[in-house]
């Protein structure tokens, strides 16, 4: 939303902006806009593009650390995105995640 404010002030355009905006008056009498909740989801992404995602993303953080360490983190990162896998998917998710274990991919 752009414009000028009522003493004449150009106001900013809120164009691309996302979540809920309102304008504050400034010290100048101008508006400003302020976002106060997270942008909307942008792509929906199916359960194996995330955890295709979350794989490549835990092989870049953990390098050739150990299987036990793949599956910790990719239980915690499973959960912080709410999919839910058996202690069997996550293992099998995790020696296909690290480098070291010929698997390198998802």
């Known amino acids: 939303m752009s414009g000028t404010t009522e003493d004449g002030q150009q106001r900013p355009s809120d164009a ?3 979540g809920a905006v309102h304008q504050e008056p ?4 101008g508006a400003e806009a ?3 909740e997270p942008i909307l989801e942008q792509n929906s992404a199916t359960i194996e593009e995330k955890l295709e995602g979350i794989a490549a993303q835990t092989r870049v953080d953990l ?4 299987q036990d ?17 058996t202690d069997d998917e996550v293992s099998s998710l995790a020696r296909r995640s690290a480098p070291g274990a010929g698997g390198g991919g998802v």
């Open 16 to 18: 691309g902006v996302g």
């Open 26 to 29: 400034g010290k100048a009498g």
């Open 34 to 36: 302020v976002q106060d």
């Open 63 to 66: 390098g050739d650390e150990s």
């Open 69 to 85: 360490r793949y599956e910790e983190v990719l239980r915690q990162r499973l959960t912080d995105a709410d999919i839910q896998l």
